[in-house]
């Protein structure tokens, strides 16, 4: 599968944005999903996670509240829709698939096999 993440800018601190990535190649439905984001000069780190059938989610802790994954199997996509942005949510933002059997959440790097290309986020104070 090949993903395509779109929808980074420029935001003020406290405004939202909604991250997309759109995938390709393979059925989509039988693939779990997340977004991770690595800022500049630190290690990529999980933001959120979905499962193959969008019925178990996963967020970080600095996610909670703020951010919502959701996928559309049928537009091949999955979102991230992010609230009361914060400077420190500033990254590149990675989504990220792997091929899954169950309803399992991946919430390691290493539980994705296929990766997009990185949107950039930055939030400004």
Known sequence: VQLQASGGGLVQAG???TLS???SGRTFSNYRLGWFRQA??????FVAGISRTGGMTAYSEYAKGRFT???DNAK?????QMN???PDDTADYYCASAVSYSDYVGLQIHDYNHWGQGTEVTVSS
Do not use: F, Q
């Not at 091949?76 to 991230?80: A, G, M, P, R, S």
């Open 84 to 86: 009361s942005l914060k």
């Open 76 to 80: 091949n996509t999955v979102y991230l």
């Open 21 to 23: 990535c759109a995938a």
């Open 69 to 71: 994954i959701s996928r």
């Open 15 to 17: 405004g939202s944005l």
């Open 40 to 45: 500049p000069g630190k290690e990529r780190e």
